[in-house]
Nanobody
Framework: QVQLVESGGGLVQAGGSLRLSCAASVGLYSIALVGWYRQAPGEQRELVSYITSGGATVYPDSVKGRCTISRDNAKNTVNLQLDSLKPEDTAVYYC?????????WGKGTLVTVSS
């Protein structure tokens, strides 16, 4: 059973920054893809970013240029740096990975951006 624990969310003013962190109970060296998703109230969960074992990253247009994902396989952590935050970035942010064909999600961390 893989456990993912997110941290770093909070209340920030528009234009501010937050750094989210995800601690995994599994060795990330064995995980091909690790990512972050978010879900705003009344909305579907959407991809924020993912990173491969080789360090390749993907960002949708909604966060491109304002978001940086990184992984530390030695510490089994995945970080998400969020800059130039906007009120529409308000959501619960979830860490996600697939291990041995099974998807795992953390419980999420709330990011609230005030205007």
């Amino acid at each position: 059973q893989v456990q993912l624990v997110e941290s770093g969310g909070g209340l920030v003013q528009a234009g501010g920054s937050l750094r989210l962190s995800c601690a995994a109970s599994v060795g990330l060296y064995s995980i091909a893809l690790v990512g972050w998703y978010r879900q705003a109230p009344g909305e579907q969960r959407e991809l924020v970013s993912y990173i491969t074992s080789g360090g390749a990253t993907v960002y949708p247009d909604s966060v491109k240029g304002r978001c940086t994902i990184s992984r530390d396989n030695a510490k089994n952590t995945v970080n998400l740096q969020l800059d130039s935050l906007k009120p529409e970035d308000t959501a619960v942010y979830y860490c996600h990975l697939v291990s041995r064909g099974m998807p795992y999600w953390g419980k999420g961390t709330l990011v609230t951006v005030s205007s």
